[in-house]
């Protein structure tokens, strides 16, 4: 399984950045995708999860109201629209594919290389 990730950049704070995250596998429906993401210095930490069983979608308390994720089945993609940027949104962020939803990076069974999203004031 591979997942390339991709739409990171710098932006400056209040601004917006749509990422997204394509997964090479057809089993991808049957994919429970998410977001996490590490800042410089810190663990890496669950941003949002599209549960594909419900289409439920589900996000941190620090992101809530400002990120939406999304899934085309079509094109095996998960986005992230992220707006009102901040400066605590800084660092890499990693999508995962698991088999169920989790917020454990523990029970992530595949990653994506990662995508530097960088938020200056």
């Known amino acids: 399984v591979q997942l390339q990730a991709s739409g990171g950049g710098p932006v400056q704070a209040g601004g917006s950045l749509r990422l997204s995250c394509r997964m090479s596998?057809?089993?991808?429906?049957?994919?429970?995708m998410g977001w996490f993401r590490q800042a410089p210095g810190k663990r890496r930490e669950w941003v949002s999860t599209f549960n594909p069983y419900d289409n439920g979608t589900y996000y941190g308390d620090s992101v809530k109201g400002r990120f939406t994720i999304s899934r085309d089945n079509a094109q095996n993609t998960v986005n992230l629209q992220m707006n009102s940027l901040k400066p605590e949104d800084t660092g890499v962020y990693y999508c995962?594919?698991?088999?169920?939803?989790?917020?454990?990076?523990?029970?992530?069974?595949?990653w994506g290389q990662g995508t530097l999203v960088t938020v200056s004031s």
């Open positions: 995962s594919a698991s088999a169920w939803p989790t917020m454990a990076t523990g029970d992530v069974n595949h």
């Open positions: 596998e057809r089993t991808f429906r049957r994919t429970v």
